[in-house]
């Protein structure tokens, strides 16, 4: 596993963060120049690539290649991959990611002043294109398996797990680097904030995002990259590398219905799916990690669904997104690896700015502090525009 | 500009912006054999050249441009014909 977030720049940090429930939300006063709603978002430094990559393989790489490169790295010296192992075996990429939004502004920008498609150079096409990450990667990485981008709004991540996961199960990868990209900057959200949707409480930064609280106002964007590095367990086993945990169960829907306006039934059915593949039992649960970005609606919605899998007995339930705002194409693939580290250290990490439930969150067994727990099994909700859902069940390895 | 100075220019910019090697630069060097210099550099040579010397580089003229020698006289004699 590997992470680059607003949280923390490495595993270590992020556990760090995650126990002592730190938020990685800043106010940006670009944001509000350029005039939009909310200056609230989570951020990141840019990683220093010059010198680590040539110059042919930064040219072509957005600023969530960046992060993603990053993440990606540490992921795979975590699973001791190196890179004459890549070169030797059929190693795939599948990532999440579903916009590019800069390099199509400046690209266009430059068009529009210079009036010539060749003053525009060589490199946006390859950054503003939504496989951006996994062209890139594949490239500098030298992969040769499976290779393309999954683009599920803000359950991406999630479902490049999903998929990697029904991948190997067939027996058609043995190993794929999987996980989410998300850009942080104010031209990739500005349409987004048109919407009313993001929190305006710019006098708490780390306040802002609040999921489950009466109070919550909306969400903070945010970003970074996450990587887990997918594998049968027979060709770990033969390698000897760490196993972090074991993907059990993968459940999608579609709600059917509105555009940007979640529903009950469509992550409830995801949920049960994803319970029905593990075939496990929802009281074997221990922890959910849910997907609560803390908007009004979506939040009370994923509580009356979560109530509805697991009823008022059910597991520990904590947002992350408390944290780390909402790392959308990213988030799938960050809150596994959050939830991992949670698993791996017995502790769930606190459900931040919760002070007072509403009537559907106090459904919910939510975490307000940090609390000493040894999980087995979780699951990690992740929600999108369209309706798309995914859920996904990770247990703890036991060798 | 002088002949001396617009060579000194263009070498400045192989180091800085292709990120060529300074001690790979020698007249004799072939672009994309020696340089490394591929389709995807000469989209970005094209950029870096009309930024900096003000004029765009026409691909039908680079079809005899081998060496790092034959890519200073094609600056040279486009920035003076005469």
């Known amino acids: ?399 | 500009m002088q002949q001396e100075d617009i060579i000194q220019k263009i070498n400045q910019l192989l180091i800085d912006e292709i990120e060529i090697d300074e001690t790979q630069i020698i007249p004799t060097a072939n672009l994309k054999k020696d340089l490394g210099i591929d389709s995807l550099d000469f989209v970005d040579l094209f950029v870096i050249i009309e930024n900096n010397f003000g004029f765009k580089m026409k691909a039908e003229e680079m079809a005899d441009v081998k060496t790092l020698a034959d890519f200073y006289d094609y600056i040279v004699k486009r920035i003076h014909p005469n």
């Open chain 1, 1 to 399: 596993m590997g992470i680059y977030s607003s949280i923390g720049l490495n595993l270590d940090e992020v556990k760090d963060s995650l126990y002592n429930g730190r938020s990685g939300i800043i106010f940006d006063r670009v944001r509000k120049e350029m005039g939009f709603r909310s200056g609230l978002t989570g951020m990141v430094r840019r990683p220093v690539l010059k010198g680590v990559l040539d110059r042919r393989l930064r040219v072509g790489l957005p600023v969530q290649g960046e992060y993603a490169y990053i993440a990606t790295l540490e992921a795979l010296k975590t699973a001791k991959i190196t890179q004459s192992f890549l070169n030797q075996q059929e190693v795939g990429i599948l990532y999440g990611n579903d916009s590019s939004a800069v390099p199509v502004v400046e690209s266009v920008d430059i068009l529009r002043s210079k009036k010539d498609t060749m003053m525009i150079g060589s490199g946006y096409i390859f950054q503003s294109m939504n496989s951006t990450v996994s062209m890139n990667l594949s490239v500098i990485f030298r992969l040769k398996g499976i290779n393309f981008t999954v683009s599920g709004a803000c359950a991406s991540g999630s479902h490049a797990i999903g998929i990697g996961y029904l991948m190997i199960r067939q027996g058609l990868q043995e190993i794929i680097i999987c996980g989410g990209a998300q850009e942080i900057n104010a031209e990739s959200t500005a349409s987004f904030d048109a919407l009313n949707a993001f929190s305006v409480r710019e006098s708490e930064p780390t306040k802002a995002s609040r999921p489950f609280d009466r109070d919550r106002d909306g969400l903070v964007p945010s970003g970074g990259a996450a990587t887990v590095i997918l594998e049968s367990y027979e060709s770990a086993v033969k390698r000897g590398a760490k196993i972090f945990g074991e993907i059990v169960g993968y459940g999608f829907s579609s709600n059917g219905e509105h555009i940007s306006l979640p529903n009950v039934d469509g992550p409830s059915r995801a949920m049960s799916m994803a319970l029905r593949d593990a075939k496990i039992d929802a009281s074997e649960i221990n922890y959910v990690n849910a997907h609560a970005t803390s908007t009004p609606a979506g939040d009370s919605n994923e509580a009356q669904a979560i109530d509805s899998i697991f009823g008022k007995s059910g597991p520990l339930v904590s947002s992350t997104k408390s944290m780390t705002g909402h790392e959308m194409w990213m988030g799938g693939a960050s809150e596994v690896i959050y939830s991992i580290l949670m698993m791996e250290n017995s502790f769930v990490a606190p459900n931040i700015n919760l002070e007072n439930p509403d009537e559907t969150t106090r459904l919910l067994n939510i975490v307000k502090v940090t609390t000493e727990k040894e999980i087995n099994v979780f699951l990690s909700n992740s929600f999108g525009f369209g309706g798309t859902n995914s859920a996904l069940i990770i247990r703890k390895f036991i060798p």
